[in-house]
């Protein structure tokens, strides 16, 4: 009987977490104050339970946020990143990556805003592995260059789509221009060879 009380005390904590992580996103989404009071009402739940799971706003900022890198790393596995030509998967890579940038705008900029770089690191653990993976594949059948370090280059992708999505939001470059500069500048810079 106890494991019964157990099991349904989890189902019913693993529901309040979606719940408030659901309202969160939303709230975040309309550009509303994302505040534990605000994500409790949202979500239909007690501020003591959102501060029993979340005992404060970054650390619910970061569970949307790696939420939300955990489903764009899925649409990146499902651009299959492991086959094919190391270029050809780099730009399926970057396609997918930028649509997803685009989809969970809102979520990035309130990480932008709101976390310490160590907490957004964490957050993009899953999909630098993908890319780290990815690069370490186009080395090894001599599509990607060998003189940067592969941290470099991870690191360089996340930057410069992180960096696009800014220059969008702010009107200075328009969707469809700043995607394809990215996969161009991307390309570029993973297979270019060493400067003499």
């Known amino acids: 009987m106890a494991t019964t009380?157990?099991?349904?005390?989890?189902?019913?904590?693993?529901?309040?977490?979606?719940?408030?992580?659901?309202?969160?996103?939303?709230?975040?989404?309309?550009?509303?104050?994302?505040?534990?009071?605000?994500?409790?009402?949202?979500?239909?739940?007690?501020r003591v339970t959102v501060y029993a799971h979340f005992p404060t706003r970054e650390e619910l900022i970061e569970a949307?946020?790696?939420?939300?890198?955990?489903?764009?790393?899925?649409?990146?596995?499902?651009?299959?990143?492991?086959?094919?030509?190391?270029?050809?998967?780099l730009e399926r890579v970057i396609t997918?990556?930028?649509?997803?940038?685009?989809?969970?705008?809102?979520?990035?900029?309130?990480?932008?805003?709101?976390?310490?770089?160590?907490?957004?690191r964490r957050a993009h653990g899953s999909a630098a592995a993908?890319?780290?993976?990815?690069?370490?594949?186009?080395?090894?059948?001599?599509?990607?260059?060998?003189?940067?370090p592969i941290e470099w280059l991870v690191a360089s992708c996340f930057a410069l789509l992180h960096t696009a999505a800014d220059e969008v939001r702010e009107h200075r470059i328009e969707p469809d221009d700043a995607m394809s500069a990215v996969k161009t500048t991307l390309i570029e810079l993973f297979t270019s060879r060493p400067i003499t």
Do not use: C, M, Y
């Not at 989890?10 to 659901?22: P, T």
């Not at 996103?25 to 605000?38: C, Y």
């Not at 993908?130 to 940067?148: H, I, M, Q, S």
């Open 96 to 120: 997918i990556s930028w649509d997803e940038l685009e989809r969970h705008e809102a979520i990035r900029q309130a990480a932008a805003e709101e976390l310490s770089p160590e907490a957004v």
């Open 64 to 89: 949307v946020v790696a939420r939300a890198t955990r489903a764009a790393n899925e649409s990146i596995e499902g651009a299959k990143p492991g086959e094919g030509d190391p270029v050809e998967a």
């Open 5 to 46: 009380s157990t099991d349904h005390r989890r189902a019913k904590a693993e529901r309040n977490v979606e719940a408030i992580l659901d309202a969160a996103e939303r709230l975040l989404r309309q550009r509303s104050q994302a505040s534990i009071a605000g994500v409790a009402k949202e979500a239909g739940v007690s």
């Open 130 to 148: 993908t890319v780290r993976k990815l690069v370490e594949r186009g080395r090894r059948v001599g599509a990607f260059r060998k003189d940067l």
